[in-house]
């Protein structure tokens, strides 16, 4: 058991049950042209989270720890789409519809996939997703319990909806829940504060927050690297 710096308190960092998730850092949301940009958005606010992900995750390859992606989106024939997310917001193009890299948020699209910064290699899984939580019409939780994992570290985008999401149904299923503060992020700086101070709020309701240079340097004492 090793110490990891965190909010409201130190985390309890056990290797032999964590594992590394991270969430939806897919090019339709992180990459100039795509889906996020489509709706308005500034790109350079989630970009800001790509180094600090990839200094993470060649840290905790190295240790050999499980490391586990998602990426929200949905089948070609949108048959797991909700005609009510289709059409939120009102914009003129919508899931679904072409975009710059393809079909937009559809499965087997460029768009819907990770960034190459962060592509998964061999041996990582990697979940699709139809909905904001990733535990929600998956089969993640069959993938931590068979693996014994216990600890989830949180990074991936947005803070304030898909990571905020996921961390409560992880709370609710019994996980303990690390969430990087550098390495998540949302396209509104303030959803971002915000959605950090809501998981540690009231002695930490949802999970810790904390920063990767601190596990890193754990990673590093531990002799996992």
Not at 96 to 106: N, S, W
Not at 129 to 156: N, S
């Amino acid at each position: 058991m090793a110490v990891v710096r965190a909010e409201p308190y130190d985390f309890a960092f056990d290797p032999a049950q964590a594992a590394l998730l991270i969430i939806d850092m897919q090019r339709d949301f992180l990459e100039p042209g795509g889906f996020g940009e489509m709706l308005g958005n500034d790109v350079g606010q989630l970009r800001r989270a790509i180094e600090p992900n990839r200094r993470l995750l060649a840290a905790w390859r190295a240790a050999g720890l499980p490391v586990i992606h998602t990426r929200e989106g949905h089948r070609p024939d949108l048959s797991d789409l909700p005609p009510a997310k289709k059409v939120r917001g009102g914009g003129k193009t919508t899931i679904g519809d072409p975009g710059p890299m393809g079909r937009i948020l559809v499965r087997g699209e460029a768009g819907h996939d990770i960034i190459p910064e962060l592509y998964p290699i061999a041996g990582e899984p990697v979940v699709d997703k139809p909905g904001k939580g990733a535990f929600f019409a998956t089969d993640l939780e069959a993938i931590l319990k068979h693996r014994g994992v216990k600890q989830l570290v949180v990074t991936g985008v947005t803070t304030e909806v898909c990571v905020n999401t996921t961390v409560r149904e992880a709370n609710d299923r019994g996980f303990d829940c690390l969430v990087l503060a550098d390495c998540t992020g949302s396209y509104f700086p303030e959803f971002h504060a915000m959605g950090l101070n809501m998981i540690k709020a009231q002695g930490g309701i949802f999970g810790w927050v904390g920063d990767s240079a601190d596990l890193i340097a754990t990673l590093g004492a531990s002799g996992m690297k």
